[in-house]
């Protein structure tokens, strides 16, 4: 199974095989039921340390992350805000003294302030970093990252989907429902409809009701569409009845370990991204909306830093001690940056969309970490030296991940699309 | 130049579209020296010197073939299935028998009424013993409501893809425009020719057809979108850099988006909802007021000429728009009727003769050429009558083929030996799931939203279909749900719980309550077999109205309710 994903078949080749294969009972779905499919989940209990694919956690400042108020301070310039500069535990990086967490795993993590992407709208802009791609071009709709992500290292038998997002996200384009992200919209009430709404003596009756008729039609009929309703089923009632889904679970958390990361939506978010990560999900994304600061800008900025701080270090920590972080890549990013200037519009001063010079930070992954790559000019206005793009940010991504940027997946009708576009490079510093 | 635009030059420079473009219209930027030796230097490298010039370029399509008078649809069926039955003879091929009427009538409902039959119909149908019943059904189906509902859904989809630069821009009144159209059978070519002509605002009443230009606005989407629906070409490949796969040449584009070239739109269609002002478009000879379609930068102004046909006289007065539609509504036009033709037989078989129904080109031809020519022919001759050709094929014993295969048709799914097995849409299935739980509600409110855009109005079935959406050129013949979906359909809260059945009577028997279950959801009555079992498993259960919620709940989400044979 894992030498097809692996292979450079186009994306409905691999889902044919898997499908011929799970027909022949290579998964060991006979025709005798459905309790088999958890027996073929040989992975399920692999140590951290032998799994096979890299995993990625998405932390999503929705609304345009301040560049100057947190990754990337100009303290005592005209337009340098009200914050202070704080050393972290790699000596001569400094960043907001509302992160002080985050200060102090440096050390594990990169901060890149050349980003330049172009695009100023939220919408187009949000797309534009997921996907590669500007919205509406070619007449296609482009997987984002995850759905990528879920294409290439996901695997079929694997029982939890592969793309999970806690809030919205963009979906999977023309690579197909299968790798449309599961979305949680609260991560304290865990994922809709992963509950069963009868009893589970119920529930199951009802799976047998539906496996018999699914057997009689397939004996009737075999065609390859049935087939493959019947599979996605079994996946997912395996899925129900597996161990992983507990993972959805925050209440089987140890109370002590849910309050490191505090209550709010966010931090709930986080540990669920990490307790997904260790059952092996290979791509969550968690979004914390409000950094639009047009207006107000200091005082939300610092609330939202006090928000993410204790949550995002927390979860480096836990990364950490369970042998995790080294290939976990943690990204905290916006889809812009905001204004070097200040805008004294409203009754607090804000800052505006800015795509010419912005900041992100990622940990883990196996990068070479305790470093900055680039830097912004005296107003953290334009980019010094070479820029990083969307295009070249996602390539790095991909790379750190273990995924071929330059891989063309086909769409339904055959146009191969490049998972990152021509014209990125991989930031070469971030690599050890 | 945007970057978008510099990229694509980087790639023609590097020589990745050769077939594609073999001439740059792309002005100011030559291939020079310069560029070479760059970033892409290292690539340009394996660009062959001296590319073959592109086959058929330029040149002129032979006008199509229109017989004077139409075929009656009858007859015309017959002659589908001569064509078809000499290509099978030919390969030696054996057909599969006739479907039986209740297989016949679920496919015919959901291919032209986009749902499951009403489960009066059904039950008139295995009672009837009229030998024009299934004459009578099509004829039924093509006047009813649903249809012109189903068709105006398909074109809306197709016509209106709702992205973020179109935010503002309704899309009901195009809906209700094409309902109407659809269900007064207008021809076609009138059809198209409003779509493509449509002035006004799109706040008028009866101005559903100026949506069409307000939700494309823009040079190249106007020009891909016109190509692709009503001309059956991805002509957008000659403005892509992707993939180098038919022998358009970039002029060859700029010259038919030169017909969009005068048209104007006053407001923004991107605005967000509480800013939003009604659209009005516009186009007059002179240069009108209100915003230009955005044009790609680097892309020259060229004069309008036809694709693969002449450079027409104009006035200087004249509406652009007005000339291309009047040549490519045109009954002998060699790309309208064709692509026409080629989109409803593959919505109708899950292929077309050209396949994909969009992409028809010199390097993907047509399984059953003398068909398509033939169909295009009559249907041109027919004044482009959709009923007619949707009746024709649908009287053709082609189409009337049991799904189920013979030994030594099964592995044919190009020669029609045997009806291929679609799966039902996102639209399909979601109405069809009404119609069989008897709520126009939506199945559950609470969907969650894949970024759909802020500010726009979204109802349960654009939010459900959504959630299921497969890529409008994915194969239909393809299961290609995924693990969420299922989710929602077993646990959701309208089908996960205790799914009722619509016209659910208490004082039903077990027996009849199966039997209507069947009826209502799988347009059949249960096998002996079926009914036995069920009677059994009803039995076993102290919580009637449980079991039966069980069946009900087995029964929708199996691959017979979603798969349309």
């Not at chain 2, 006289?313 to 009047?326: G, Q």
């Not at chain 2, 033939?374 to 082609?398: M, V």
């Amino acid at each position: 199974m894992f030498e097809i994903l692996n292979s450079d078949k186009t994306h409905a080749q691999t889902r044919r095989d898997f499908m011929r294969l799970s027909a022949a009972g290579a998964l060991g779905v006979g025709l005798s039921g459905w309790l088999n499919v958890l027996a073929a989940h040989a992975q399920q209990n692999a140590p951290a340390g032998q799994r096979r694919h890299k995993s990625c956690i998405l932390l999503w400042m929705d609304g345009g992350m301040s560049h100057k108020d947190t990754l990337d301070l100009k303290p005592g310039t005209r337009n340098g805000g009200e914050f202070r500069e704080i050393e972290t535990n790699v000596p001569g990086i400094r960043i907001s003294e509302h992160l002080p967490q985050l200060a102090r795993k440096m050390n594990e993590g990169v901060l890149i302030r050349n980003m330049s992407t172009g695009e100023g709208a939220h919408q187009r802009a949000r797309y534009y970093l997921h996907t590669g791609y500007r919205e509406g071009v070619g007449g296609l709709s482009y997987p984002a990252l995850g759905s990528i992500v879920s294409a290439e290292l996901g695997q079929e038998e694997f029982p939890l989907p592969n793309y999970v997002s806690i809030g919205r996200s963009f979906g999977s384009g023309f690579l197909g429902p299968r790798h449309q992200p599961l979305i949680v919209n609260d991560p304290t009430r865990g994922v809709e409809d992963m509950r069963p709404l009868v009893s589970e003596g119920r529930f199951n009756s009802r799976i047998g009701l539906l496996e018999e008729m699914e057997a009689a039609f397939l004996r009737q009929q075999t065609v390859a569409s049935a087939q493959a309703h019947r599979t996605t089923y079994q996946r997912t009632v395996a899925l129900l009845r597996s161990r992983e889904v507990q993972a959805f679970d925050l209440s089987r958390e140890p109370q002590a370990s849910r309050e490191a990361y505090g209550d709010s939506r966010f931090a709930q978010g986080c540990l669920l991204a990490r307790r997904l990560v260790e059952v092996g999900v290979p791509f969550v994304e968690v979004t914390l909306g409000g950094w639009d600061t047009h207006e107000n800008n200091f005082n939300r900025v610092r609330t939202l830093s006090g928000t993410i701080d204790t949550p995002i270090a927390q979860l480096i920590t836990d990364l950490r001690e369970r042998g995790l972080l080294d290939s976990t890549l943690v990204i905290l990013m916006s889809e812009f940056g905001r204004t070097p200037t200040i805008n004294t519009r409203g009754a607090q001063p804000g800052r505006d969309h800015y795509p010419r010079a912005w900041s992100l930070a990622m940990w883990g992954g196996g990068i070479r970490a305790g470093q900055v790559i680039g830097a912004t000019d005296a107003e953290g206005a334009t980019v010094r030296g070479r820029p990083t793009s969307a295009l070249d940010f996602l390539a790095t991504v991909c790379q750190i991940l273990g995924i071929d940027y330059t891989k063309e997946n086909n769409t339904p009708i055959g146009r191969p699309i490049r998972i990152v576009d021509r014209g990125a490079q991989p930031i070469r510093e971030i690599f050890g | 130049m945007t970057l978008h635009h510099r990229k694509l030059l980087a790639s023609v420079l590097t020589g990745a579209l050769l077939t594609c473009f073999v001439t740059l219209a792309v002005a100011g930027e030559a291939p020079t020296a310069k560029a070479k030796k760059g970033k892409f230097g290292k690539v340009a490298k394996a660009v062959d010197p001296a590319p073959a010039p592109a086959k058929s370029t330029g040149e002129v399509k032979p006008p199509l073939q229109v017989p004077a008078q139409a075929l009656s649809e009858r007859e015309l069926a017959r002659l589908i299935d001569q064509h078809i039955d000499q290509r099978l003879a030919a390969a030696k091929i054996p057909a599969s028998p006739r479907s039986d009427d209740v297989e016949f009538l679920r496919r015919i409902y959901l291919d032209l009424a986009g749902v499951i039959p009403p489960v009066e119909v059904v039950k008139a149908m295995l009672d009837s013993t009229d030998p024009n019943r299934r004459h009578k059904l099509i004829d039924d189906i093509l006047n009813s409501d649903r249809y012109a509902f189903h068709m105006a859904d398909l074109w809306s989809t197709r016509l209106f893809q709702r992205i973020n630069d179109n935010r503002a821009v309704p899309k009901q009144p195009l809906q209700d425009w094409l309902k109407e159209s659809f269900a007064r059978n207008d021809s076609w070519h009138q059809i198209v020719t409003t779509l493509l002509t449509a002035t006004g605002g799109t706040d008028d009443p009866n101005a559903g057809a100026t949506i069409y230009t307000a939700a494309n606005f823009g040079l190249d989407k106007l020009t891909n979108t016109t190509t692709r629906l009503f001309m059956g070409v991805r002509l957008e490949c000659a403005q892509c850099h992707n993939h180098p796969f038919t022998n358009y040449k970039q002029t060859d584009y700029w010259h038919m988006a030169a017909f969009f070239s005068k048209v104007r739109l006053q407001g923004n269609p991107a605005a967000n909802a509480k800013n939003a002002t009604p659209l009005t478009v516009t186009e007059s000879g002179k240069v009108g007021r209100g915003k230009a379609p955005p044009m790609p930068e680097g892309a020259k102004a060229l004069a309008p000429k036809f694709l693969n046909g002449p450079a027409p006289t104009i006035a200087p007065e004249a509406s652009l728009r007005e000339v291309l539609a009047k040549w490519l509504t045109t009954k002998d036009n060699p790309f309208f009727a064709r692509a026409t033709v080629n989109r409803v037989w593959g919505q109708m078989f899950g292929r077309g003769l050209v396949n994909p129904v969009d992409d028809m080109h010199d390097d993907n031809p047509p399984t059953h050429p003398e068909l398509l020519d033939a169909l295009a022919g009559h249907f041109a001759a027919a004044n482009f009558d959709l009923k007619y050709l949707y009746r024709a094929i649908a009287l053709s014993e082609t189409y009337q083929r049991t799904s189920k295969t013979l030994a030594g048709n099964e592995k044919d799914d190009t020669l029609y030996s045997h009806m291929a097995v679609k799966v039902m849409t996102p639209e399909q299935l979601f109405d069809s799931l009404n119609a069989v739980l008897g709520s126009p509600r939506a199945i559950d409110r609470k969907l969650p939203g894949l970024a759909a855009g802020k500010g726009v109005g979204i109802d349960g079935r654009t939010l459900f279909v959504n959630f299921f959406a497969v890529d409008e050129n994915a194969d239909v013949t393809e299961y290609q749900q995924g693990i969420p979906q299922a989710l929602k359909l077993m646990n959701g809260a309208r089908t996960g719980k205790l799914p009722t059945l619509a016209g659910f009577n208490p004082s039903w028997t077990p027996s009849q309550v199966i039997e209507h279950i069947y009826l209502t959801a799988l347009s059949r009555r249960p096998t002996a077999q079926e009914m036995s079992r069920l009677l059994q498993y009803v039995s076993r259960d102290s919580d009637r109205t449980s079991a039966y919620g069980d069946i009900l709940w087995a029964v929708i989400n199996s691959s017979e309710f979603t798969l349309v044979r």
